[in-house]
């Protein structure tokens, strides 16, 4: 929406600057886009008068003149024809900035000749296009400012042009008398009266208009003109084809013009028929279909089934509401013309305008609300202009329908607004507040104005009064507490798990994904899902019908999508709900990370490798430590469908399932398209017990002074036996006293089976020993390296390796 400051000063009584205004808008809700200042431009230009004109001594176009300024008399060269003395010339001194040549003068040497500067013409200071001569001007004093002899003799030169942004629920807006209501009552002055004439009917109307019926209940409520005969229609006049011109409208005619001056000026859209060009009567009704209508913008539309339509006995006139006709249109000939105004139903006329992809200004506004009380009005204020600047005569009125009744009240609560909006605003304010914007007050009962479509209830009445009053002036204040003293936590033990959760994968190295909730069946199939109580009655789409039952199939889909972009090698993690029902509580909150690829880029030594199950596995121990687990848990093989059987494990404490670590099944990732290797863990976060001590301290750490020793065992066992079975068995020999056992070599294959045995592999561990209390003798090494012996040779049936 734009608009000048002198149209705005039409309906606003104001001497506030354009800064002021500006800024005003803005924190009314009508943000401000843009301002187009000519003055700014034209700041540094003063006024001069030529005392001398001589000829320049080695050019025959050049003169060499004396100009008297306010710094005294200057040296100017000029090529003008009109330079002459006696004249009264807009000056441009060294240092000026000319806009029209994109030019900062300096002292110039012309021909020999010193120049101090430039006489300047029309279009060297984007005034106008003329470039003929320098600018004489009739009257002004030397030293005067360029631009205040402008605001005093040729305002519309200088005349600021306002753009500023409409929201869709403020259609009242889309007029400059809406734009200077808000004005008005946030203080910036007083809006005008407007002054509806009444228009005296010298003749009988030779048209009549009806609306069908069904329109008439919705689409078209009212319909109504007045026929002016005896109509001039030429070139509209100057001041208003400026007004257009300046917000970047193309005057046309009069007749035209006028209707784009009241679209803008009222925010009533108006059309004009011409009455030679009309057989019969107008009838709005909705199209047959099918029928074609050339519109003014010289575009010819095929018109659907139900469209509503103006037509007279030849056919479609007129697309209701959103663009007229060309066969029917006013030109240079036109002497008899139907004014027309009328009230559209704002869903039909967007779902018409959107079917045919027509933009006008007529549809912008009637598809957000107009006014409807003030459609007879707004066609009588047309009707007097019509008459005033192309003469004729006025017909009675016609019309169909009647103005809808729009009214409805709400109740203004002061002391909510006031608790609301957090500023003491007093009822007197509040009230006087919605008066200024045309509200009607009876006792608490607010009656918003009929051109406020978006006032819909009492926390609308909150937004006004809290618009007018500026949030801008709003303090800011603490909150009181609930209680003295520390505060306590604000999130739960299982909300400062999932943080931990994150932040540590992601401190892995790990990038975080936030996938969608729901996947397809046949991959919630592949993990253990895809039944009815987690299907979608309403899905997104074909690929988003059920709730995963696990992280991993949007993991796995996200890196198939980053592998068909050549990127291979990946680790992302996402901490979120899986669910196994449809119903409250039936959801797992995991944390779970996924490595695809190699562990790192090819580089000279060798580092890169496959990722493999015990990358995962480090990882799941490290989140595990991070957020509060037992450090000892135990190991099984109870493994989900998709997860490699030999190549991943549980981490349990006992039935209670902790985290799942290990290679993706390879069935799982030829179904998903992932090209291996792939490894992953996912973390139960709501089954990790939480520590019994809730309270911040630590207990003290314990070091023992005392040597702690190592001893390696190696065993003979079957190729089938479990590593973990081992390490196990030898902790159980001494809880006390062993601190930990490692695996630390393997030898397996052709040649151990060799040494060993067909069947039989080799099992080295370290066992580590700290004592307490003393120092251990080699009896009591002994007598423990014997007990594990004997254990891990009874839990694995291995021997000890000669």
């Given at each position: 929406?734009?608009?000048?400051?002198?149209?705005?000063?039409?309906?606003?009584?104001?001497?506030?600057?354009?800064?002021?205004?500006?800024?005003?808008?803005?924190?009314?809700?009508?943000?401000?886009?843009?301002?187009?200042?000519?003055?700014?431009?034209?700041?540094?230009?003063?006024?001069?008068?030529?005392?001398?004109?001589?000829?320049?001594?080695?050019?025959?176009?050049?003169?060499?003149?004396?100009?008297?300024?306010?710094?005294?008399?200057?040296?100017?060269?000029?090529?003008?024809?009109?330079?002459?003395?006696?004249?009264?010339?807009?000056?441009?001194?060294?240092?000026?900035?000319?806009?029209?040549?994109?030019?900062?003068?300096?002292?110039?040497?012309?021909r020999g000749v010193e120049s101090h500067g430039m006489m300047a013409s029309e279009r060297e200071l984007?005034?106008?296009?003329?470039?003929?001569?320098?600018?004489?001007?009739?009257?002004?004093?030397?030293?005067?400012?360029?631009?205040?002899?402008?605001?005093?003799?040729?305002?519309?030169?200088?005349?600021?042009?306002?753009?500023?942004?409409?929201?869709?629920?403020?259609?009242?807006?889309?007029?400059?008398?809406?734009?200077?209501?808000?004005?008005?009552?946030?203080?910036?002055?007083?809006?005008?009266?407007?002054?509806?004439?009444?228009?005296?009917?010298?003749?009988?109307?030779?048209?009549?208009?009806?609306?069908?019926?069904?329109?008439?209940?919705?689409?078209?409520?009212?319909?109504?003109?007045?026929?002016?005969?005896?109509?001039?229609?030429?070139?509209?006049?100057?001041?208003?084809?400026?007004?257009?011109?300046?917000?970047?409208?193309?005057?046309?005619?009069?007749?035209?013009?006028?209707?784009?001056?009241?679209?803008?000026?009222?925010?009533?859209?108006?059309?004009?028929?011409?009455?030679?060009?009309?057989?019969?009567?107008?009838?709005?009704?909705?199209?047959?279909?099918?029928?074609?209508?050339?519109?003014?913008?010289?575009?010819?539309?095929?018109?659907?089934?139900?469209?509503?339509?103006?037509?007279?006995?030849?056919?479609?006139?007129?697309?209701?509401?959103?663009?007229?006709?060309?066969?029917?249109?006013?030109?240079?000939?036109?002497?008899?013309?139907?004014?027309?105004?009328?009230?559209?139903?704002?869903?039909?006329?967007?779902?018409?305008?959107?079917?045919?992809?027509?933009?006008?200004?007529?549809?912008?506004?009637?598809?957000?609300?107009?006014?409807?009380?003030?459609?007879?009005?707004?066609?009588?204020?047309?009707?007097?202009?019509?008459?005033?600047?192309?003469?004729?005569?006025?017909?009675?009125?016609?019309?169909?329908?009647?103005?809808?009744?729009?009214?409805?009240?709400?109740?203004?609560?002061?002391?909510?607004?006031?608790?609301?909006?957090?500023?003491?605003?007093?009822?007197?304010?509040?009230?006087?507040?919605?008066?200024?914007?045309?509200?009607?007050?009876?006792?608490?009962?607010?009656?918003?104005?009929?051109?406020?479509?978006?006032?819909?209830?009492?926390?609308?009445?909150?937004?006004?009064?809290?618009?007018?009053?500026?949030?801008?002036?709003?303090?800011?204040?603490?909150?009181?507490?609930?209680?003295?003293?520390?505060?306590?936590?604000?999130?739960?033990?299982?909300?400062?798990?999932?943080?931990?959760?994150?932040?540590?994968?992601?401190?892995?190295?790990?990038?975080?994904?936030?996938?969608?909730?729901?996947?397809?069946?046949?991959?919630?199939?592949?993990?253990?899902?895809?039944?009815?109580?987690?299907?979608?009655?309403?899905?997104?789409?074909?690929?988003?019908?059920?709730?995963?039952?696990?992280?991993?199939?949007?993991?796995?889909?996200?890196?198939?999508?980053?592998?068909?972009?050549?990127?291979?090698?990946?680790?992302?993690?996402?901490?979120?709900?899986?669910?196994?029902?449809?119903?409250?509580?039936?959801?797992?909150?995991?944390?779970?990370?996924?490595?695809?690829?190699?562990?790192?880029?090819?580089?000279?030594?060798?580092?890169?490798?496959?990722?493999?199950?015990?990358?995962?596995?480090?990882?799941?121990?490290?989140?595990?430590?991070?957020?509060?687990?037992?450090?000892?848990?135990?190991?099984?093989?109870?493994?989900?469908?998709?997860?490699?059987?030999?190549?991943?494990?549980?981490?349990?404490?006992?039935?209670?399932?902790?985290?799942?670590?290990?290679?993706?099944?390879?069935?799982?990732?030829?179904?998903?398209?992932?090209?291996?290797?792939?490894?992953?863990?996912?973390?139960?976060?709501?089954?990790?017990?939480?520590?019994?001590?809730?309270?911040?301290?630590?207990?003290?750490?314990?070091?023992?002074d005392l040597q702690a020793v190592e001893r390696d065992f190696a065993f003979v066992v079957d190729a089938?036996?479990?590593?973990?079975?081992?390490?196990?068995?030898?902790?159980?020999?001494?809880?006390?006293?062993?601190?930990?056992?490692?695996?630390?070599?393997?030898?397996?294959?052709?040649?151990?089976?060799?040494?060993?045995?067909?069947?039989?592999?080799?099992?080295?561990?370290?066992?580590?020993?700290?004592?307490?209390?003393?120092?251990?003798?080699?009896?009591?090494?002994?007598?423990?390296?014997?007990?594990?012996?004997?254990?891990?040779?009874?839990?694995?049936?291995?021997?000890?390796?000669?």
């Open positions: 929406m734009k608009f000048t400051l002198s149209w705005l000063k039409d309906h606003l009584e104001t001497e506030a600057t354009v800064d002021q205004i500006a800024e005003a808008l803005t924190d009314l809700g009508l943000e401000v886009e843009e301002v187009v200042d000519p003055a700014a431009k034209l700041e540094t230009f003063t006024l001069a008068k030529v005392q001398s004109a001589e000829q320049h001594p080695d050019a025959d176009r050049l003169r060499v003149c004396m100009v008297e300024t306010d710094e005294g008399v200057t040296q100017i060269v000029c090529g003008a024809p009109n330079a002459r003395a006696g004249i009264t010339v807009v000056l441009a001194k060294p240092g000026d900035y000319v806009p029209g040549i994109d030019v900062t003068l300096s002292v110039g040497n012309i984007e005034l106008s296009d003329e470039h003929n001569g320098i600018i004489e001007l009739p009257s002004g004093e030397v030293g005067q400012k360029f631009t205040d002899w402008l605001a005093e003799n040729r305002p519309e030169a200088v005349d600021p042009v306002i753009e500023i942004a409409i929201t869709p629920n403020r259609p009242d807006a889309l007029g400059v008398r809406g734009i200077a209501r808000d004005l008005a009552a946030r203080g910036l002055g007083k809006l005008k009266p407007l002054d509806v004439p009444k228009v005296e009917a010298a003749l009988k109307a030779p048209i009549s208009v009806t609306i069908d019926p069904v329109l008439k209940e919705k689409g078209c409520p009212l319909f109504a003109g007045r026929v002016i005969r005896g109509v001039k229609n030429g070139p509209s006049p100057e001041w208003l084809q400026k007004r257009l011109k300046a917000i970047g409208l193309r005057p046309i005619s009069t007749l035209v013009d006028i209707t784009n001056y009241f679209t803008y000026d009222l925010n009533r859209p108006l059309h004009v028929f011409d009455m030679k060009k009309v057989a019969g009567n107008l009838v709005i009704k909705p199209a047959e279909g099918g029928e074609e209508f050339l519109a003014l913008d010289e575009k010819t539309y095929t018109v659907r089934a139900g469209d509503m339509v103006i037509c007279d006995d030849k056919g479609v006139e007129s697309l209701a509401g959103i663009m007229g006709g060309e066969e029917a249109g006013a030109d240079e000939d036109t002497v008899d013309v139907f004014l027309e105004s009328a009230y559209w139903d704002p869903i039909t006329i967007a779902a018409t305008g959107r079917a045919l992809k027509i933009n006008s200004d007529a549809r912008y506004r009637f598809e957000r609300g107009v006014d409807p009380a003030f459609t007879l009005p707004g066609l009588d204020l047309a009707a007097k202009m019509v008459v005033d600047l192309c003469g004729g005569e006025v017909s009675e009125l016609v019309m169909d329908g009647a103005v809808p009744d729009v009214s409805r009240a709400y109740k203004l609560d002061p002391a909510r607004v006031i608790s609301l909006v957090g500023m003491d605003i007093p009822e007197a304010t509040q009230r006087e507040t919605l008066e200024a914007l045309g509200f009607t007050l009876d006792g608490d009962m607010a009656t918003p104005p009929t051109w406020r479509p978006d006032v819909l209830g009492s926390a609308d009445l909150v937004e006004e009064v809290a618009r007018i009053a500026s949030l801008t002036k709003l303090e800011g204040k603490p909150m009181g507490r609930e209680t003295t003293g520390v505060p306590d936590a604000i999130l739960t033990p299982m909300q400062q798990r999932e943080r931990m959760a994150r932040r540590t994968t992601a401190a892995l190295g790990y990038n975080e994904c936030v996938t969608y909730s729901f996947i397809d069946e046949a991959s919630a199939k592949l993990f253990g899902g895809g039944a009815d109580a987690t299907k979608l009655e309403n899905p997104i789409s074909s690929e988003m019908t059920h709730m995963r039952p696990d992280l991993l199939p949007g993991l796995l889909q996200a890196a198939a999508r980053n592998q068909a972009r050549g990127l291979n090698d990946l680790a992302l993690f996402e901490v979120g709900p899986a669910f196994n029902g449809g119903e409250p509580g039936e959801q797992v909150l995991q944390a779970t990370g996924l490595l695809v690829g190699h562990s790192a880029p090819r580089d000279p030594f060798g580092s890169r490798r496959p990722v493999d199950l015990y990358d995962a596995k480090a990882d799941a121990e490290a989140v595990l430590a991070a957020v509060g687990a037992p450090a000892r848990a135990q190991i099984n093989r109870k493994l989900d469908a998709w997860w490699h059987p030999g190549r991943a494990g549980n981490v349990a404490l006992g039935p209670n399932l902790l985290a799942t670590f290990g290679e993706v099944h390879p069935k799982v990732l030829r179904e998903l398209g992932v090209k291996g290797p792939a490894v992953a863990f996912t973390i139960r976060l709501a089954n990790i017990p939480f520590p019994k001590k809730k309270g911040a301290t630590r207990p003290a750490l314990q070091i023992s089938n036996v479990e590593a973990l079975t081992a390490v196990n068995a030898a902790m159980g020999a001494d809880k006390k006293l062993i601190e930990s056992v490692n695996v630390f070599d393997q030898f397996t294959g052709a040649k151990a089976e060799e040494q060993m045995g067909a069947g039989k592999k080799s099992i080295a561990l370290t066992v580590r020993m700290q004592p307490a209390d003393k120092t251990l003798t080699d009896a009591e090494i002994e007598a423990v390296s014997k007990k594990i012996v004997e254990k891990v040779s009874k839990a694995t049936g291995g021997t000890l390796r000669s």
